[in-house]
């Protein structure tokens, strides 16, 4: 499996489900991001008691961990894909790879999309940044 590749620092977590902003209030934004890449669109069961070996605690620090299981002991969390802010923060970063001077076949491979998904990204991308500032 590729890992996805998200620039964390360009994700406004204003953007992202109050589910996951709670959780980032918990366990910080790293930890976050983590459980959202590999339980997105699950749900995950939070121990009565931290445990190093449960499946969260290795997706995480040990002591986010146990602050989540503080808060969230016997619980069933639902965790959002949280889709559209990964994409419109990954579609960003290949704009900027992409005016940087990067060639779309390089950025094909390093976000394993195809070519013509970049071309089309970088375009959609620059007509929406174009068309956002004031008219006047």
């Excluded at 976050?32 to 290795?58: I, M, N, T, W």
């Amino acid at each position: 499996m590729t890992e996805r590749i998200v620039p964390t620092a360009e994700i406004c977590v204003s953007d992202l489900p109050e589910s996951i902003q709670h959780l980032i209030d918990i366990i910080g934004f790293p930890g976050a991001l983590k459980v959202v890449q590999r339980y997105g669109g699950g749900a995950v069961f939070v121990p009565e008691k931290p445990d190093p070996s449960h499946p969260l605690a290795e997706v995480m620090e040990y002591i986010s961990f146990c602050k989540l299981v503080y808060v969230h002991a016997k619980e069933q969390l639902p965790i959002p894909r949280c889709h559209k802010a990964i994409l419109a923060v990954r579609n960003q970063q290949i704009l900027k790879e992409f005016l940087a001077g990067r060639s779309q076949r390089k950025l094909a491979y390093k976000f394993n999309l195809t070519e013509r998904r970049i071309h089309s990204i970088v375009h959609r991308v620059r007509l929406r940044d174009d068309y956002s500032g004031d008219l006047f």
